[in-house]
């Protein structure tokens, strides 16, 4: 199957991807805010001064930011977990019923992550497979998965993750391994 070439059409149905997990991340918020109007994030994990912390991964120097509603709490499925935060939308991961995307890479990080971070147009801070999940979901464009368009990945996870939500993902993706569509 090969990749769109018209910039135009690429443009359009990102354009169309990120509406999609915009609107899912509204409706979201609001039916939270509406259902659960007291729900905040886990305070053994914010620092007011820093935003959330990550302690074992400092080397990254990626700053989290606090938001009073995040996305994901952590206590979710990792199922639901991977639904709620709009993952699925875009990506196929192994182990998630839903998660049938095209628009991003396949998540086995498990088997991917070391290639990507031997690739030499890896450019990031991670060293780790752990790390680089870390810093693909914080700061996206680190590093591009060749064949798949920059900036379709949303920018603001940071802001919507808690600690623990980002914790479970990265643990799950970690461990996924030998996956018959190479991402």
Not at 56 to 63: G, R, Y
Not at 107 to 112: A, D, E, M, P, R
Not at 146 to 165: E, I, N, Q, T
């Given at each position: 199957?090969?990749?769109?070439?018209?910039?135009?059409a690429?443009?359009?149905?990102e354009?169309?991807?990120?509406v999609?997990?915009?609107?899912?991340?509204?409706?979201?918020?609001?039916?939270?805010?509406?259902?659960?109007?007291?729900?905040s994030?886990?305070?053994?994990s914010i620092d007011?001064?820093k935003?959330?912390?990550?302690?074992?991964?400092?080397?990254?120097?990626?700053?989290?930011s606090?938001?009073?509603t995040?996305l994901?709490?952590?206590?979710?499925?990792?199922?639901?977990?991977?639904?709620?935060?709009?993952?699925?939308v875009?990506?196929?991961?192994?182990?998630?019923e839903?998660a049938?995307?095209r628009?991003?890479?396949l998540?086995?990080?498990?088997?991917?992550g070391?290639?990507r971070?031997a690739?030499?147009?890896?450019?990031g801070?991670?060293?780790?497979?752990?790390?680089?999940?870390?810093?693909?979901?914080?700061?996206?464009?680190?590093?591009?998965v060749?064949?798949?368009?920059?900036?379709?990945?949303?920018?603001?996870?940071?802001?919507?993750?808690?600690?623990?939500?980002l914790?479970?993902?990265?643990?799950?993706?970690?461990?996924l391994?030998?996956?018959?569509?190479?991402?």
């Open positions: 199957m090969e990749k769109e070439t018209n910039p135009k690429s443009l359009e149905r354009t169309w991807i990120i999609v997990i915009v609107g899912v991340g509204i409706i979201w918020a609001l039916s939270n805010v509406v259902f659960h109007p007291t729900h994030p886990p305070s053994s007011s001064e935003g959330l912390s990550l302690k074992d991964h400092s080397s990254l120097k990626v700053p989290l606090v938001n009073p995040p994901d709490t952590g206590d979710e499925s990792i199922e639901k977990l991977f639904i709620q935060s709009g993952c699925a875009c990506h196929t991961i192994p182990g998630i839903a049938k995307g628009e991003g890479p998540l086995v990080l498990g088997t991917n070391p290639k971070l690739n030499p147009n890896y450019h801070h991670a060293t780790t497979v752990k790390e680089y999940i870390i810093e693909s979901i914080l700061k996206p464009g680190a590093f591009v060749p064949g798949y368009p920059d900036r379709v990945m949303p920018r603001w996870f940071g802001k919507k993750l808690s600690a623990r939500a914790d479970t993902i990265v643990t799950y993706l970690e461990t391994t030998n996956y018959p569509r190479e991402g």
